[in-house]
T-cell receptor
Framework: KAGVTQTPRYLIKTRGQQVTLSCSPI?????VSWYQQTPGQGLQFLFE???????NKGNFPGRFSGRQFSNSRSEMNVSTLELGDSALYLC????????????FGPGTRLTVT | EDQVTQSPEALRLQEGESSSLNCSYT??????LFWYRQDPGKGPEFLFT???AGEEKEKERLKATLTKKESFLHITAPKPEDSATYLC???????????FGSGTKLNVKP
């Protein structure tokens, strides 16, 4: 089975721009979560989607948003980028909203200049 | 407040020198505790799930154990390829969400 895939792998954007990241979960997995990872803050939960509905949300400003499609693929969007948004953005999938294990993709490295 | 603390932040070992990493947690009812390995620039790789105190899981040179307040990841006779950051996460019963520790960066020298 193919793992979680994320595109693009690397991205450089300018402050004030917006960005969209994409995630395809493991086949058969219906729940997708997004995390931000930085050296200072570690892994921080952004949100989780299941059946095209946001089920959980972390403590991030409204500039961070996401959505999930009927095929379980997910996108996250960050508007009005700030320098502090530079991070590794990780997507994780699990079979359903109640499953224990989640599996991570390779991440998208976003650099904001 | 649900919290996960990992120690030490960094650990340097000689090849073959066994040691343990610690993950202490405070959650109101533990549904599961998870260990991951993360290599630089990559996503975390799932290692183990522990559900209840007294449980142990093993994989090659790694053994994870769980008590009511903490988990240990024991590394026996480590090799340089075990060098990575090891992350611990917990999931409480009352909230279907994962809380991650800040990780322990392990460096095994040949």
């Amino acid at each position: 089975k193919a793992g979680v895939t994320q595109t693009p792998r690397y991205l450089i954007k300018t402050r004030g721009q917006q960005v969209t990241l994409s995630c395809s979960p493991i086949s058969g997995h219906r729940s997708v979560s997004w995390y931000q990872q930085t050296p200072g803050q570690g892994l921080q939960f952004l949100f989780e989607y299941f059946s095209e509905t946001q089920r959980n949300k972390g403590n991030f400003p409204g500039r961070f948003s996401g959505r999930q499609f009927s095929n379980s693929r997910s996108e996250m969007n960050v508007s009005t980028l700030e320098l502090g948004d530079s991070a590794l953005y990780l997507c994780a999938s699990r079979e359903d909203f109640g499953a224990y294990e989640q599996y991570f993709g390779p991440g998208t490295r976003l650099t904001v200049t | 407040e649900d919290q996960v603390t990992q120690s030490p932040e960094a650990l340097r070992l000689q090849e073959g020198e066994s040691s343990s990493l610690n993950c202490s947690y405070t959650v109101s009812g533990l549904r599961g505790l998870f260990w991951y390995r993360q290599d630089p620039g990559k996503g975390p790789e799932f290692l183990f799930t522990l559900y209840s105190a007294g449980e142990e899981k093993e994989k090659e040179r790694l053994k994870a154990t769980l008590t009511k307040k903490e988990s240990f990841l024991h590394i026996t006779a480590p090799k340089p390829e075990d060098s990575a950051t090891y992350l611990c996460a917990v999931q409480p019963y009352n909230f279907n969400k994962f809380y991650f520790g800040s990780g322990t960066k392990l460096n095994v020298k040949p």
